[in-house]
């Protein structure tokens, strides 16, 4: 069971920035992969970026060039840095760690609310 607890979710304006941090009970290196999704009301959860144990990155399109992940094995924390954000960026965001076998586990969520 790896424990996932997020934090960084604010209200901001259109263009503005935040960094998501999501902390691990756990070494993320461990991990298989970790990463950040999003819900937005009356819609499904959609993947936003995910990062491997060996560092590989993969994002979803409407993200691409504005959001950023990044992890700190130290801290076990993974990042999320939103640069550009649009009204279309606000949702409850999720932190989500999985192992081959196992998983996935899923954080409490954070609200990010971006006003036009």
């Known amino acids: 069971q790896v424990h996932l607890v997020e934090s960084g979710g604010d209200l901001v304006q259109s263009g503005g920035s935040l960094r998501l941090s999501c902390a691990a009970s756990?070494?993320?290196?461990?991990?298989?992969?970790m990463g950040w999704y999003r819900q937005a009301p009356g819609k499904q959860r959609e993947l936003v970026a995910l990062i491997s144990r060996g560092g590989a990155t993969n994002y979803a399109d409407s993200v691409k060039g504005r959001l950023t992940i990044s992890r700190d094995i130290v801290k076990n924390t993974v990042y999320l840095q939103m640069n550009s954000l649009k009204p279309e960026d606000t949702a409850v965001y999720y932190c989500?760690?999985?192992?081959?076998?196992?998983?996935?586990?899923w954080g409490q969520g954070t609200q990010v609310t971006v006003s036009s």
């Open positions: 989500y760690a999985s192992n081959v076998g196992s998983g996935p586990w």
């Open positions: 756990e070494s993320i290196f461990s991990i298989y992969a």
